[in-house]
């Protein structure tokens, strides 16, 4: 046989294991060094809830995909070319994602008859039972071969076990010819301190499994992703939307002159943002892990009263928690940043998979009339942009802002062009000039007249003592309950939000002309899959995307006018669409939703948009 | 130096409690407090936070010519914690009822006390939701009758000093509304205390639950159920100081001093500062009928506090770490060139 070197545009790989087998270790190891190599690239990791599910079972599978490409690739792939299995159950719920054209790699060790029976299949080949016998099956003995390989290694049994990952990451390094002088350098500096006797042995394990590939037959092929070409000349780094997040704030921090605030309880898939945070004291970050979701909005609400800027991150329950003190934010008009990365709900729901059911809860969860600006991140690298400029507006328009963001964003990574601080924004939050004119007494409700934005006067300067709160106050700052004065708070509340409009770049058009038959809409992290989407259905069909919610870009209106109709999708059952009906009426809107817990396919998104047509 | 008196700290708002709440009293006791905490710490008025939940005793800090913040109900402590550790420079007051603190608030409460976060918590306990017009709250005695408990209450209340030493707070006073000169002292020493300190007030309710603490704050008993605790004194109470505490090798003990055999130097001498919660402890949960129930500052002990610690962290690691700028950060780490 021929053995044969293919170049690919591009390739999707969705490793799959036990949750304690490394697949997310793996995973990431496998798409920095394809980052680092050049390519472009998504990741989408896919775990279960718990942490160490029942060994072997369908429930305890966890998968990470990543897809590599020669050019930007704009998500992590509907299905893919090479699956690697660790075990039955790992196949048995992973298959269907299999390319017709797929190599499917699996531990042969795993597929004994305890093995078959956790994962509850019914015959002796699993292949042939889930339909995929006809894809290029690599079935190797990857635990004999670790436990052989690592022999000499004078590790403990346990040890020799958790580096089957190794092998496997081996082989796939093999398949796509990916160097392996990055996990050499990842090893060095992950054991370094605390285990420097696992650093050879690794190694060595992924060299076996390197080699191994190579010698056998069962691997007609081997294929190179080449680096991209088209990518803008500059510095890199791969990022994840929980650290861009984090970034994006203190980014947000260090351009406003205001130190970092953040007051939050963990709860996934958002967790990741207050560690990250919890790392960055160096930036002057201070972190409060609270003892409640509510503790840790009360937190950041007395922080930013003392002149910070100030966060709490949560997901959707917590954000439920958090209601209350929502609402004495907008009431007392604070700044702060409420970063929602939301998970399927409702309750508990599917806390390690993602959706986009809190846009109602976001726009609409809380007494009284109490509206707040509401942002959304597109994109892993996008939530830096979108949190710096969630913590702009809170600042300077004294108001809370909600910046959604998804499980599949914040756990999701990609390339990043790395930005330079000197090309952002300074952010002017209304301070008051620290001068109060004799017999002057300070007014905390006084507003801009343009912005209707309250000035902010931060506790320790002489002559400003006020008193803010939950109740109604006049613009004077004293309690009232005067109908009048009430509904005139009520409406400067809400104009005040909405007059945000006016600092916000315009709605555009992303993908098509400008005007005709369907205008494609969505917002958050559907982008990628959304731009593929209509790349693929090409002419005939426009695209806009939207990162502000509320308010609403001012062109908004302008924009849906030049089309017969607007096709919204989104991963609930219609929540934007519902606002968009609720707000600009006199357009005709269609929708597209699935709420599964995972991502669109771009497949299903080019039928549902070629339904349309 | 700062050169303040009572009326600096009056607002222009009108007083809105009822006539003959014990709020007033404790409000009065604060006006009169700080200008002395001023004077001992070089304290600008500027510098004062008064921050508080929702309750009748919540309204203070409209009645404070102070920085202030009326927040939601149970969550004074949290929006406390959040301004201390945002600007430790900052001093923080907080005035929260019984059910705000303990009830809906109480895992604030024990959290910050926990934590030792420096600030100043008066708890206003009058053993009853006043603003809500009369249902019991979590200090309300076993069997009390209010508005939802027609039938008396089948729950046991929290001693509130009791729930502070257990979460090992650090500084814990009592006394009552009309103390006006105890109150003072215990809030200056509160002032004083580097860490969480818990004024626990014991208030009247005059509309909804009147004579609430009538068994010891009656002019004719007070002498003889309370005890006034005070830092190198001996325990003695009673009209004419003829009572004592005596720790008999279990547990305290109330003795006529020069009977049975207990002179005056059997009595214990109160050491609020000595780190010895035990007793401590014992002496916040002394009630009546068998023992005086303990007011004046009870524990007064210094410990690490968190806001302290949340700056020296910060200070520590800035020293340390190499990346001070945030384009530092975006290029620290793994990252790779294109041309």
């Known amino acids: 046989m021929q053995h044969k070197v293919i170049d690919l545009k591009d390739v999707v790989i969705r490793f799959a294991g036990d949750s304690g087998d490394g697949m997310q270790l793996t995973g990431s190891l496998f798409a920095d060094m394809s980052a680092i190599y050049g390519n472009g690239l998504a990741t989408f990791p896919d775990f279960p809830a718990e942490i160490r599910a029942p060994h072997g079972t369908v429930s305890g599978v966890s998968g990470f995909q990543v897809h590599i490409g020669s050019d930007k690739v704009g998500t992590p792939g509907d299905f893919c070319d090479l699956l690697v299995a660790m075990n039955p159950a790992a196949l048995k ?3 269907k994602w299999c390319k017709p054209t797929a190599m499917i790699l699996v531990d042969e060790d795993a597929f004994d008859e305890k093995g078959m029976a956790r994962a509850g299949f019914t015959t002796e080949n699993p292949f042939t039972e889930l339909h995929v016998e006809d894809r290029a099956l690599i079935v190797a003995p990857i635990t004999t071969l670790t436990q052989e390989s690592l022999k000499e290694s004078g590790l403990d049994p346990k040890t020799v076990l958790k580096c089957k990952n190794m092998f496997t990451l081996g082989m796939a390094c093999y398949i796509y010819s990916r160097p392996l002088e990055y996990i050499y350098q990842y090893l060095e500096r992950k054991f370094a301190k605390k285990h420097p006797e696992l650093i050879e042995p690794n190694k060595k394990v992924l060299n076996d499994g390197f080699n191994y590939a190579a010698n056998i037959q069962a691997i007609p092929n ?21 650290q861009a997040t984090a970034w994006g704030l203190l980014a947000a921090s260090e351009k406003s002159g205001l130190p970092l605030f953040c007051g939050s309880y963990p709860i996934t898939p958002a967790t990741a943002i207050l560690e990250e945070l919890a790392i960055h004291k160096s930036l002057g970050a201070k972190t409060l892990q609270a003892e409640d979701e509510i503790a840790g909005i009360c937190t950041a609400i007395g922080a930013s009263y003392a002149g910070n800027l100030a966060v709490t991150t949560t997901s959707g329950p917590g954000l439920s928690l958090k209601s209350e003190a929502l609402g004495l934010a907008v009431m ?64 300077e328009h004294m108001t809370p802002v909600m910046l959604l963001s998804e499980g599949f964003l914040g756990n999701g990574s990609e390339p990043w062009l790395i930005p330079s601080m000197a090309d952002y924004p300074e952010i002017k939050p209304p301070f008051v000039n620290g001068v109060l004119a004799e017999g002057e007494k300070f007014k905390p409700f006084e507003r801009d007249p343009q912005t209707l934005v309250r000035r902010w006067a931060i506790p320790g300067q002489k002559g400003f003592e006020h008193r803010v709160g939950g109740l109604e106050k006049n613009h004077a700052g004293v309690l009232s309950t005067d109908p009048a004065n009430h509904e005139m708070m009520v409406r400067e509340r809400a104009e005040k939000v909405a007059r945000v409009a006016s600092q916000l770049p315009p709605l555009e058009i992303i993908h098509g002309p400008a005007a005709g038959k369907l205008l494609v809409v969505g917002w958050g992290g559907t982008f990628g899959h959304l731009l ?63 709420v599964q817990g995972q991502p669109f396919l771009v497949s299903e998104l080019v039928d549902a948009i070629k339904k349309e047509l | 130096m700062a050169n303040l008196t009572f009326k600096d ?77 945002a600007n430790p420079w900052l001093t923080v007051w907080q005035a929260c009822g019984d059910g705000d603190a303990l009830a809906i608030g109480g895992n604030h409460f024990i959290h910050a006390i926990r934590r ?64 006006l000169k105890l109150n003072e002292e215990i809030m200056t020493a509160a002032a004083l205390h580097d860490g969480c300190s818990v004024m626990e007030m014991l208030t009247n309710c005059v509309i909804f639950n009147d004579g609430a603490h009538k068994s010891i704050s009656d002019p004719e008993v007070r002498a003889d159920r309370t005890i006034v605790l005070r830092d190198g004194e001996k325990m003695v109470f009673g009209k004419n100081s003829e009572k004592g505490l005596v ?58 506090t968190y806001d302290d610690g949340v700056r020296d962290q910060v200070k520590d690691v800035m020293a340390k770490s190499k990346i001070h700028t945030v384009d530092e950060l975006l290029h620290s780490g793994s990252t790779w060139e294109v041309q």
């Open chain 1, 93 to 95: 719920s992973n298959a």
């Open chain 2, 247 to 304: 720790y008999d090798g279990r547990k305290l003990r109330v003795v006529h001093i020069g009977e049975g055999g207990f002179t005056l130097e059997d009595v214990l001498v109160h050491d609020s500062h000595a780190d010895n919660i035990g007793l401590q402890m014992a002496l916040a949960d002394m009630k009546g009928p068998e023992y005086p129930v303990a007011l004046g500052v009870i524990r007064d002990v210094k410990d690490i």
């Open chain 1, 332 to 395: 007392a008009e604070l700044p702060l940043v409420v970063v929602d990365v939301q998970r399927g709900g409702p309750s508990t729901g599917l806390p390690t998979k993602t959706e986009q059911s809190d846009l109602d809860q976001a726009l609409y969860g809380r007494n009284g009339e109490c509206p707040m600006p509401v942002i959304a991140a597109h994109s892993p690298s996008h939530c830096f942009d979108a949190a710096f400029t969630a913590a702009k507006i809170a600042l």
């Open chain 2, 9 to 85: 700290f009056k607002s222009d708002q009108e007083v809105r409690w009822c006539p003959g709440c014990g709020d007033h009293a404790v409000l009065a006791a604060l006006q009169r407090a700080l200008p002395k905490v001023s004077q001992a710490l070089n304290y600008e008025k500027e510098r004062y936070v008064v921050v508080s939940g929702i309750g009748c005793s919540s309204r203070l800090p409209y009645y404070m010519d102070t920085y202030g913040f009326h927040s939601i109900h149970g969550r004074a402590t949290a929006v406390s914690t959040g301004i201390k550790v």
């Open chain 1, 222 to 242: 081997t294929y190179t992703v080449a680096p991209s070409k088209n990518k803008k000349p500059g510095t890199y780094r791969n990022i994840t939307g929980n």
């Open chain 2, 116 to 179: 030792n976060i420096d600030i100043n918590i008066i708890l206003f306990n009058n053993q009853i939701y006043g603003l809500t017009k009369g249902q019991y709250s979590p200090t309300s005695k076993f069997g009390a009758i209010t508005k939802t408990s027609p039938y008396g209450t089948v729950e046991h209340p929290f001693n509130p000093g009791s729930l502070v030493l257990g979460a090992k707070g650090t500084f814990f006073a009592r006394s009552l509304d009309v103390e």
């Open chain 1, 532 to 594: 593929n989407a209509v790349e693929e259905v090409g002419d005939g069909v426009s695209f806009a995307h939207f990162d502000f919610i509320n308010p609403l870009p001012a062109n908004t209106a302008k924009v849906f006018e030049a089309f017969d109709k607007i096709l919204v999708c989104e991963l609930n059952s219609g929540q934007f669409v519902g606002y968009l009906r609720a707000t600009l009426p006199q357009f005709n809107y269609v929708q597209y939703n699935k």
